[in-house]
């Protein structure tokens, strides 16, 4: 989803709506009686902060090349279940420890996980599951190529060298070109040319196999991609799987890929 230039993971925007609607309703509850951002900030960061901590801990090896990218939230790196866990026990511990606020937090809290719950199932519902579209490429050789089922497990990235998550997250998935050859990987940079591409593979003595170039960004346009990066994760019939919006770190693609491809990826 984007908003004028920006662009933002669905899974991102469902979640903040869910915390506005939850201040909404505390407030609405609590305007004679003070407030409960507190105890929702409590409630929210602690949960972020455990789910954070539990994946960190999960692929902490995928890590110490570089623990500032521990910080970096924005790969979306998180353990759902660990921070539901943990922001639970904290609302407990809430709602016990303020009888004043008892009731408004819990009108609150129930109005977030509604929300939440049927913004998830709107999106859910909406969603209708697609095939590789059959778009004629080239590669970066001027060989035609056309994208389609391989057989294989299938991730598509669609990128640009314009793109600084792009330029961040390349060198990720050319470790794991290499790592999981069950994993059929093709990159599709959007709108450039052969030279431009080239240069910048060069310039960063990058490699990357199955590196095709469509100029007239025709398969951003059919799988309405609202930004760059985006990657598209295939089943082995081209059966669309997942989409993903934004840089992965090597942390959160060795989970997407152990999600979707558990067979190719088991070692």
Not at 6 to 31: D, N, Q
Not at 160 to 172: D, K, S, V
Not at 201 to 228: I, K, M, P, Y
């Amino acid at each position: 989803m984007s908003i004028g230039s920006l662009a933002f993971p669905v899974p991102t925007l469902i979640f903040m709506f869910a915390v506005a609607v939850a201040l909404l309703v505390g407030w609405l509850a609590m305007k004679r009686r003070g407030a409960i951002d507190s105890d929702l900030f409590a409630i929210v960061v602690g949960g972020l902060l455990a789910a954070r901590f539990a994946f960190v801990i999960q692929y902490l090896p995928l890590y110490h090349h570089d623990f500032a990218a521990i910080l970096d939230v924005r790969d979306l790196g998180f353990d759902p279940l660990v921070g539901m866990t943990a922001g639970s026990f904290i609302a407990a511990w809430r709602l016990v420890r303020n009888n004043a606020s008892r009731v408004p937090l819990a009108l609150s809290l129930t109005a977030g996980l509604i929300s939440y719950a049927s913004a998830r199932a709107f999106i859910e519902h909406q969603h209708v599951p697609s095939n590789i579209p059959p778009i004629a490429l080239r590669s970066l050789d001027g060989a035609p190529e056309t994208l389609g089922t391989s057989g294989m497990p299938t991730v598509v990235n669609l990128w640009a060298t314009w793109c600084p998550p792009c330029q961040a997250e390349l060198p990720t998935f050319a470790q794991a070109q290499v790592e999981y050859p069950g994993v059929h990987f093709v990159f599709v940079d959007e709108g450039e040319t052969q030279e431009t591409v080239r240069h910048y593979f060069d310039q960063h003595s990058l490699l990357l196999g199955n590196t095709w170039l469509d100029q007239s960004s025709a398969l951003a346009a059919r799988v309405g991609t609202a930004g760059f990066p985006t990657t598209l994760f295939y089943d082995r019939n081209g059966r669309l799987l997942a989409t993903h919006l934004g840089q992965f770190s090597a942390a959160t693609l060795h989970d997407a890929l152990a999600q979707h491809f558990e067979s190719a990826t088991t070692r």
